[in-house]
């Protein structure tokens, strides 16, 4: 049973176009979201994040939109460039917890030049 | 500073075997987190510790698993008896959450990529 879901295995991107990556989740106890980026052979890297109070978190190129009733959240990445490139996971923690993640399967961007 | 590193990068095993693998946190974080990653599927959490508390267990997939942590520092995760389902990556994350919080990042290693044949 996946509580955090990312329905797209695969997304390609012109540069310069907005990426859009989204995510759906069932727990209504995850309370915190993240979204981290991961190239091959490195681990992954944090990228924004987003508490469940907030519905917009905005950093540089990526904002992350939270919508509760609908148990969903999406980042976008404008503009993209190819170093965008890689594969995003979407992330989250429920309330009260250790704060162990838990996982999407990831998106894989290709942000062709 | 150092982020968060693992060893080895890479181990290949027989099956049966037992194998070891070390994560060292960033310094000073004192929450520390295994995760693995199989062949096509997203992170899926393993344990958790914070400080001297007893860790959290309950990601573990079967008591051939365990792991230790001394401290606020060097974890290791434990496979005995490995078997081919094993095969996955392994990642360490270590965040300054204290407790009481789930909001604090979790810094990852670049994972021990474990193969059992």
């Known amino acids: 049973d996946q509580q955090v879901k990312q329905n797209s295995p695969s997304l390609s991107v012109q540069e310069g176009r907005i990426s859009i990556l989204n995510c759906d989740y069932t727990?209504?106890?995850?309370?915190?979201f993240l979204w981290y980026k991961k190239y091959p052979a490195e681990g992954p890297t944090f990228l924004i994040s987003i508490s469940s109070i907030k519905d917009k978190n905005e950093d540089g190129r990526f904002t992350v939109f939270l919508n509760k009733s609908a148990k969903h959240l999406s980042l976008h990445i404008v503009p993209s460039q190819p170093g965008d490139s890689a594969v995003y996971f979407c992330?989250?923690?429920?309330?009260?917890?250790?704060?162990?993640?838990?996982f999407g399967k990831g998106t894989k961007l290709s942000v062709k030049p | 500073g150092a982020g968060v590193s693992q060893s080895p990068s890479n181990k290949v095993t027989e099956k049966g075997k037992d194998v070891e693998l070390r994560c060292d946190p960033i310094s000073g974080h004192t929450a520390l987190y295994w995760y693995r990653q199989r062949l096509g599927q997203g992170l899926e959490f393993l344990i958790y510790?914070?400080?001297?508390?007893?860790?959290?267990k309950s990601g573990l997939p079967s008591d051939r698993f365990s792991a230790e942590r001394t401290g606020e520092s060097v974890s290791t995760l434990t496979i005995q008896r490995t078997q081919q389902e094993d095969s996955a990556v392994y990642l360490c994350?270590?965040?300054?959450?204290?407790?009481?919080?789930?909001?604090?990042?979790?810094?990852f290693g670049p994972g021990t990529r474990l193969t059992v044949l």
């Open positions: 992330a989250a923690s429920a309330r009260g917890s250790q704060g162990n993640l838990i």
């Open positions: 727990n209504s106890m995850f309370d915190y």
């Open positions: 510790f914070q400080g001297n508390s007893a860790p959290d």
């Open positions: 994350a270590s965040s300054s959450h204290r407790g009481g919080s789930s909001t604090d990042t979790q810094y």
